[in-house]
């Protein structure tokens, strides 16, 4: 099929390396380069380093509600559109220009977790499960009927950059056999019931309050790393917990109980992975050498 590819971040590029193997893919959009770095130099998304390695044709306009922008969008004559992660909205006559509409991957099994930020929140959440949907878009916000949905457990220890990397290839392989005959597949429109919304990650979201229950903060934690890292001072400084599990133990909020074992409201955790400021993600045994945890934290 001729295909156009919308995406922006990391967790797009396996889809683009699918869909380059097996289709002819027209053009990608993506959005433009942005300052990064201590220089602040524009820096291209991996979506656009991949393309350009590819060979592939990129285009990143800042808006694609004007006429000139859906007249070269459309004058690719492209038989399907695929989204995922892309960042900006799709006006209708973006929507209805590829002859067999597009198709957008979201990370979560809808109708939950609708929005911006699905997996942060599925496993902020406790979900058991999460997965992917292949949708056909339409006007409204991840509203469009799926036409194919894939599921997998979540992992007691899985943090979001480990469901991210295996939700993006999941996404990869679903969209592959979607496009296997498009035209017969059956779009199954939404259930009513069991709508939520994954609202962006607010950074004032991930300062840790160990006063809560241990399920609690560990699913904070695991549901903030690596970005934007849950977070507890220490002497001053900010210190980010990536990595943690349930563990046994129980006393005041708070308390270090050896190691890097931290009582809860109920219940304890064990951070496994932490980060000080200015330095790289340490294992816990590398990073209490030479550095002592307070008594009490938080």
Not at 7 to 21: C, N, R
Not at 191 to 218: C, H, L, R
Request: glycine content about 10%.
């Amino acid at each position: 099929m001729k295909v156009i590819f919308m995406g922006t971040p990391d967790f797009s590029v396996p889809v683009l390396d699918a869909l380059h193997a097996g289709h002819e893919v027209v053009c990608v959009y993506c959005q433009p380069p942005r300052p990064a770095g201590r220089g602040k130099k524009d820096r291209p998304s991996p979506v656009q380093a991949r393309a350009e390695v590819l060979g592939l044709p990129v285009r990143h306009p800042v808006s694609l509600k004007t006429a000139e922008a859906q007249a070269e969008f459309a004058g690719l004559g492209a038989d399907v559109a695929v989204v995922v992660a892309y960042g900006l909205i799709l006006p209708q006559a973006v929507l209805d220009a590829p002859t067999q509409g597009c198709l957008n991957i979201h990370a979560s099994l809808l109708p939950r977790w609708r929005g911006a930020a699905p997996i942060h929140r599925a496993i902020m959440a406790g979900d058991a499960e999460t997965g992917v949907c292949i949708m056909r878009m339409e006007a409204g916000l991840d509203t469009g009927p799926v036409l194919l949905r894939k599921a997998t457990a979540i992992g007691a220890e899985e943090t979001t950059a480990d469901l991210h990397d295996r939700l993006s290839a999941m996404g990869a392989a679903a969209i592959i056999e979607a496009l296997e005959g498009l035209e017969g597949r059956v779009a199954i429109p939404q259930a009513a019931d069991g709508v939520t919304y994954a609202a962006k990650i607010n950074k004032a979201e991930a300062q840790v309050d160990f006063s809560k229950p241990a399920v609690e903060v560990d699913r904070l934690i695991r549901g903030l790393s690596p970005f934007p890292g849950a977070w507890v001072a220490v002497g001053g400084e900010r210190v980010k917990l990536l990595r943690c599990r349930l563990v046994e133990g129980s006393a005041a909020p708070g308390t270090v109980l050896g190691g890097f074992r931290v009582a809860c409201g109920s219940g304890a955790v064990e951070i496994t992975l932490a980060q000080r400021e200015g330095k790289r993600p340490m294992e816990a045994a590398e990073l209490l050498r030479g550095w002592s945890v307070p008594e009490r934290l938080g």
